[in-house]
């Protein structure tokens, strides 16, 4: 059974640094791609970030670009998003999901609808 747990959220300063994990089970991490998403207040969901655990590769959104890094423990398999320089704008509740790789693989982890989904975990940034 897939299972995925989102952790790390909080209540932050503009500025301010948070570290979400996306902790995994239930199917071979190296064969996924793990993305994190998150919904702001009465706005549809967004992708932020992604990665393909076989390769390495990443996505990221413009409005994250620079300030996000997304990272993964193969040991643990757990997919880390390092949020820095956070805005009031990157409120939202974060959620990490999880789909299989293609077979061929497209260019981009951000061309993966995911199929399994966390629960979320909310991040706030406020002064």
């Known amino acids: 059974q897939v299972q995925l747990a989102e952790s790390g959220g909080g209540s932050v300063q503009p500025g301010g640094s948070l570290r979400l994990s996306c902790a995994t089970s239930?199917?071979?991490?190296?064969?996924?791609?793990i993305a994190w998403f998150r919904q702001a207040p009465g706005k549809g969901r967004e992708r932020v970030s992604c990665?393909?655990?076989?390769?390495?590769?990443?996505y990221y959104a413009d409005s994250v670009k620079g300030r996000f890094t997304v990272s993964r423990d193969n040991a643990k398999k757990t997919v880390y998003l390092q949020m820095d320089n956070l805005k009031p704008e990157d409120t939202a509740v974060y959620y990490c999901?999880?789909?299989?790789?293609?077979?061929?693989?497209?260019?981009?982890?951000?061309?993966?609808?995911?199929?399994?989904w966390g629960e979320g975990t909310l991040v706030t940034v406020s002064s």
């Open positions: 999901g999880a789909d299989a790789l293609f077979d061929p693989e497209p260019p981009s982890c951000h061309y993966h609808e995911m199929s399994h």
């Open positions: 239930g199917f071979t991490f190296h064969y996924y791609v």
């Open positions: 990665i393909n655990n076989e390769d390495g590769s990443t």
